[in-house]
């Protein structure tokens, strides 16, 4: 009984598990500002799907690449696989010029926008932390 019990409550479950993920949308219905950033930073990226979740927008790239952005198309999230690099050119150049000199070698694989400051995880795992005008604050073990 139990096992029939789970079964149904999965069965029940599965619909709301899969709008949490988001909404499988075209390229074209994600806002301007985001489509004009991925055309231009990810130009020779394939993109897998679009989702949409709460009015925010994820772009998946083949290569398992991913970019998430906020309602008006402003990036929140850029994360590429282990061992990649983010493009440097969307990375703040404070940020950048920090982790070029402090970690001479290494690359951001990682970077995540707040309204508080930027979090960055680089190439040996390290994540950084940086306020909202991109002064270093601390290693965030």
């Known amino acids: 009984m139990k096992k029939i019990i789970l079964a149904v409550l999965s069965l029940m479950l599965m619909p709301v598990l899969a709008l949490a993920d988001g909404k499988v949308i075209p390229f ?7 489509r004009n950033f991925v055309k231009e930073h990810f130009q020779n990226k394939k993109i897998l799907q679009v989702t949409a979740e709460w009015n925010e927008y994820e772009v998946l790239f083949a290569d398992l690449a991913r ?3 906020d309602r008006s198309g402003n990036w929140k999230e850029i994360k590429y696989p282990k061992g990649e690099a983010i493009p440097e050119a969307v990375i703040p150049s404070r940020i950048l010029s920090y982790v070029k000199e402090a970690f001479s070698g290494l690359h951001v694989n990682q970077i995540e926008r707040s309204r508080w400051g930027y979090e960055v995880k680089i190439s040996n795992g390290l994540e950084l932390e940086f306020d909202k005008n991109c002064n270093f604050v601390r290693i965030d073990d």
């Open 28 to 34: 074209e219905k994600m806002p301007a500002e985001a």
């Open 67 to 69: 970019v998430e952005f």
